[in-house]
């Protein structure tokens, strides 16, 4: 029974596309990420997502926006797909927002844009 | 902004050798966090440490929490091929969003 679970797995579309990213968690958490993992492995925060605040990295092109229709979801929505887009994408969530932020992830969606 | 810098970024070691790979910040953290990448998965935690000082184990892994709140190593003892993957540290990012920042990993292969 998969904690924290992302779909698709793999995602390959073309330059232009609008696409999502659904993610859901069982944990009961009250926080959920997405995280941004480049072909360098590096990890970086996109937003959070907690009690209806969103929190946005200033970084993230205002073409992602995130959607939570409940506390067990939190998808991703990206239009106007650009090449520099393509990159795994983990979903993630937290019981606490501040302290003892351990977080859970799921598999990752590896997005390629052609 | 707080960074991570992890070291080694990689490491290629005979199975049964043990491994230690640490990680400073620019700044004091109240947790560290470690978590170990498959290929094709998502980052699984592995231990969390809260206390400074606290020394914490989960089977062959051993991670501790630096004195000055600014370090963290893991050690895994007698490797085994099935060790193969990418070691990251993290830890809060301490703004309002209460997300990790990670360090840029350290991948680990195993020769049998």
């Known amino acids: 029974d998969t904690a924290v679970s992302q779909t698709p797995k793999y995602l390959v579309t073309q330059m232009g596309n609008d696409k999502s990213i659904k993610c859901e968690q069982n944990l009961g958490h009250d926080t959920m990420y997405w995280y941004k993992q480049d072909s360098k492995k590096f990890l970086k925060i996109m937003f959070s997502y907690n009690n209806k605040e969103l929190i946005i990295n200033e970084t993230v092109p205002n073409r992602f926006s995130p959607k939570s229709p409940d506390k067990a979801h939190l998808n991703l929505h990206i239009n106007s797909l650009e090449l520099g887009d393509s990159a795994v994408y983990f979903c993630a969530s937290s019981q606490k927002q501040i302290m003892n932020t351990e977080a859970f992830f799921g598999q990752g969606t590896r997005l390629t844009v052609v | 902004g707080q960074q991570l810098n992890q070291s080694p970024q990689s490491m290629f070691i005979q199975e049964g050798e043990d491994v230690s790979m640490n990680c400073t910040s620019s700044?004091?953290?109240?947790?560290w966090l470690w978590y170990k990448q498959d290929p094709g998965e998502g980052p699984v935690l592995l231990i969390a440490?809260?206390?400074?000082?606290e020394l914490t184990s989960n089977g062959r892994l051993t991670a501790q929490f630096g004195i000055t709140r600014k370090d963290s190593f893991l050690n895994i003892s007698a490797s085994i091929p099935s060790d193969v993957g990418i070691y990251f540290c993290a830890g809060p990012s301490g703004g309002s969003q209460g997300n990790l920042i990670f360090g840029k990993g350290t991948k680990l292969s195993v020769k049998p």
């Open positions: 700044s004091i953290f109240n947790t």
């Open positions: 440490l809260y206390k400074a000082g």
